[in-house]
């Protein structure tokens, strides 16, 4: 992105504006802000839903996999960047009978073979683990269940890079963390995700780098170890990571880590080491 803005139909505030990225492949970004900030905006802006399917001026350059967004065929799009939308009840096409059929359309849409569609969505079914819901009807199901058959919606098109947006902001402890199980093996496959999350501590645990935006610009990114302990994070009103308020109460109490962790292990590691640190002293006295 190049300068980027864009301004929804009879909106008088531009969503975005100035926007500046480059996203490489294989890795994690994790995009935090203010409720409203542009996040969502900068998610459709990547997956082609703006401005193909969202009205308004789009300004700047944007540039997917080599070629202008604007010269992208949404659908070719759509095989190339599996979208992950917020509320998984909207996702569920509302017009298959069962799970399998559900996970089995992208598909069906794209032309795909009978038995190479069969097969497919059979490795998906299998490696999410919900066998037990391939028999029932996609339109019963509770959140955290419907948000997997959107996952498996998506994986089952082989996409390369994914946009997943706010994945569990309507989902409980339990189906957070099944989810989250699936964008671990995203990243461990090397696939590219760009990861939307108000759960500041799932970010800093699964993102290599964050990007913040606030009012609709973007104000920082880079690695996730420097953008979430930096003074970014706080001016566009996200909260630091849980270790890392521990970090900084320990630093102002005169007891400061040698940096500032952003996940439990990284604490775990630094504060291990502070303890050797205070043990060979006492012990040299």
């Not at 999410?128 to 948000?147: C, D, F, M, T, V």
């Not at 420097?226 to 320990?250: D, K, N, W, Y």
Request: aromatic share 6%; with cysteine.
């Amino acid at each position: 992105m190049r300068n980027v803005g864009f301004t929804y139909q009879h909106a008088e505030d531009a969503a975005l504006s100035g926007v500046n990225l480059t996203l490489e492949p294989g890795l994690v970004y994790g995009v935090v802000g203010r409720n409203a900030s542009g996040k969502s905006t900068l998610c459709n802006i990547i997956r082609g839903i703006v401005p193909h399917f969202h009205s308004g001026d789009l300004t700047g350059e944007v540039e997917v996999l080599g070629t202008k967004l604007t010269d992208w065929d949404p659908a070719l799009l759509s095989q190339q960047v599996g979208y992950v939308f917020q509320n998984p009840f909207t996702q569920i096409s509302g017009i298959r009978e069962t799970v399998f059929e559900e996970i089995a359309l992208g598909l069906e849409n794209l032309g795909v073979e009978r038995d190479e569609m069969i097969e497919r969505v059979t490795a998906v079914v299998r490696e999410l683990g919900i066998e037990a819901l391939i028999a029932k009807n996609p339109n019963e199901l509770s959140g955290g269940q419907r948000q997997k058959v959107a996952f498996a919606s998506i994986l089952a098109m082989d996409a390369d890079f994914f946009v997943i947006d706010e994945p569990t902001s309507q989902l409980d402890p339990e189906s957070s963390e099944a989810i989250f199980a699936i964008i671990r093996r995203l990243k461990e496959r090397g696939t590219s995700v760009v990861l939307v999350e108000h759960k500041i501590d799932l970010i800093a645990e699964y993102a290599d780098r964050v990007i913040v935006i606030d009012r609709g610009t973007v104000t920082a990114e880079g690695p996730a170890a420097e953008i979430l302990t930096s003074a970014a994070l706080s001016a566009a009103g996200v909260p630091f990571p849980e270790v890392t308020q521990v970090a900084m109460r320990l630093a102002e109490a005169g007891r400061a880590l040698d940096r500032l962790p952003i996940t439990r292990e990284d604490a775990r590691l630094l504060i291990k080491q502070r303890m050797e640190e205070v043990s060979v002293v006492r012990s040299t006295h």
